[in-house]
């Protein structure tokens, strides 16, 4: 049975990687040659949240797919969030150049750092369901926090600024990293609060 399902894994594994790798690629190519530079800003949000909910949706209905992110060390589920650090940097670039409205480039730019330098962290400490569940959290409301921040200056504020995001090479960061982070986050944080080890886990981490 373990057998078996380490070969579904590994395929599932092998399609994930496949499908992130030409996502990847298509909006590096977009991105690079101005493609997605000439559509409405509207779009933006519509395609961050049908990058999120479609991979959400995968693991919801997917007892393959949701069985390969329960395989996944939780370490790696959480080394990943590094990459929050480079979009820090590139957002204080922008910032610094005035390309994006500042009170975006504050809430994104300090909150990815603030996840990125967490990590090391996390990993250092004492090995603990507790804190993955703390860490995700947090990283879930700062993405939140981003997001939503971003949304408000691009639909409800209609901010010219905007259009930057989706210039070469901070376009990677919403269409991309946004999309995959979000995704990750709310599976991993699913697989926390629903598995039965996790909670005794839990209760084991609060009593010693």
Sequence with gaps: MSTKSNVKNETTERWFVLVLTIWG???FVTGYFGILSNINTIWVPLLVIAGITIPVLAYYFSEDF?????SIDLKHLTIYHVWRIVAAIVFFDYGSQNLLP???IIDAE???????????????LRESYTKYLVFHIFGMLDFAIAVGTGFTFNVLLNDPLMRNVITYPIVLIPLYGVCITGALSIMTLD?????????EKLINDFQK
């Design 102 to 104: 500042k009170q975006f």
């Design 25 to 27: 690629a298509a909006v």
């Design 110 to 124: 300090f909150g990815d750092l603030a996840v990125g330098l967490l990590v090391p962290i996390i990993l250092f």
């Design 66 to 70: 949701r069985s390969y992110i329960w």
């Design 191 to 199: 697989r926390l609060l629903k598995s039965k080890y996790y909670s």
